[in-house]
């Protein structure tokens, strides 16, 4: 079975930096494409970073594009976001996700994921 676990969330200022982790067992990261998605309160859940399963491409919504990193490290298993110049607006639960997809492009839709976390909460205070 496939596990993601989140973690690094948290009260930050307006400028402050974040780090998100995500654990994965059950399946290696070096074989899944990988993503982040956010979820603010009354909104929909969109789309933040992706990688491709090579690691080869990554994408990253305009929103965050400059500020936000996705990496992962395949010793550990995990993924990350590091967030830096944090904004009110990026205030949202975050996910993260695998997908079997072997794409050459990082995957973008939340229906072409396959395993979820169970988010953690970001809170940017201004």
């Known amino acids: 079975q496939v596990h993601l676990v989140e973690s690094g969330g948290g009260l930050v200022q307006t400028g402050g930096s974040l780090r998100l982790s995500c654990e994965v067992s059950?399946?290696?990261?070096?074989?899944?494409?990988m993503g982040w998605f956010r979820q603010a309160p009354g909104k929909e859940r969109t789309f933040v970073a992706g990688?491709?399963?090579?690691?080869?491409?990554?994408y990253y919504a305009d929103a965050v594009k400059g500020r936000f990193t996705i990496s992962r490290d395949n010793a550990k298993n995990t993924i990350y976001l590091q967030m830096n110049d944090l904004k009110p607006e990026d205030t949202a639960i975050y996910y993260c996700t695998l997908s079997s997809l072997r794409t050459t492009v990082a995957v973008s839709r939340a229906r072409e994921y396959d395993y979820w976390g169970q988010g953690t909460q970001v809170t940017v205070a201004s």
């Open positions: 990688m491709n399963w090579s690691g080869g491409n990554i």
């Open positions: 059950g399946r290696t990261v070096t074989n899944s494409a």
